[in-house]
């Protein structure tokens, strides 16, 4: 079985691996558990220079990526028959969301467009099927980071990547509310003590306290998230123990 392989379209190719080199996304690397493919856009540029951009129809400032050069790059990268879906990281793209995350890490792996400049010719987008992701409402200088980003929060959720698979349960999103608070020794730190209910051995106890506290950090820091968890009367499951 080919394992989830990412393939990422960019000007500036040694941004990559990055951050994914290291920790768990670094080992999974190493270890054969995904892969990742980077291309580098300029490759299909145009004339002596390689130019990928030009100027925008209609005036305006900055530079727009020419709609042949990126659908050569994605061409090259990527037949007709590949089924990855083809993500564009854009920030006026959809707000990437733990649910999309898992519906990616679940298939083959995908294609990753990082914009530069002022944005990548709309027809391209179009013609090529792109799907543009956020990762927040700001903008960034390019979309590697945002890329670097995408993958480390999928490349996480494939099996044999995390050293258990239980260790996902009960992360933020993850049933529609923000996560616990955690605590580990000491028992008494600058005055602060660790919760009773975590050392009473009660395990039915201790579900119930950090259920009750991820719908108050909900409820405190992200409303919205809370009044759609209440809407769909989403009850996280107790963890075996």
Not at 60 to 88: N, S
Not at 94 to 105: F, G
Request: proline content about 8%; aromatic content about 6%.
């Amino acid at each position: 079985m080919t394992p989830w392989t990412a393939t990422v379209l960019t000007l500036f190719p040694e941004m990559f691996p990055g951050p994914l080199g290291h920790s768990l996304a670094g080992k999974g690397l190493t270890g054969g558990l995904w892969h990742l493919q980077i291309c580098d856009i300029r490759d299909h540029g145009e004339g002596r220079h390689r130019s990928v951009d030009d100027t925008p129809a209609g005036g305006g400032p900055g530079m727009v990526i020419r709609p042949d050069v990126m659908a050569a790059a994605l061409d090259a990268a990527a037949g007709p028959d590949d089924r990855r879906p083809r993500l564009l990281m854009s920030a006026r793209g959809r707000p990437l969301t733990q649910a999309r995350v898992r519906d990616i890490a679940s298939g083959p792996g995908a294609i990753i467009v990082c914009g530069r400049f002022e944005g990548v010719d709309e027809r391209v987008i179009e013609a090529r099927g792109l799907e543009e992701v956020s990762i927040g409402d700001f903008v960034l200088s390019g979309g590697e980071p945002a890329a670097i980003v995408l993958m480390d929060a999928v490349v996480r959720l494939i099996p044999g990547v995390m050293g258990s698979a239980a260790s996902g349960d009960w992360e933020s999103f993850e049933h529609g509310l923000l996560e616990h608070p955690h605590y580990t020794r000491p028992r008494v730190w600058e005055d602060r003590e660790i919760p009773d209910v975590l050392l009473s051995g009660d395990h039915g106890r201790i579900e119930r306290w950090r259920r009750e506290e991820a719908k108050r950090l909900t409820s405190e820091r992200r409303p919205d998230i809370f009044e759609g968890w209440k809407d769909r009367n989403m009850v996280p499951p107790v963890r075996k123990v």
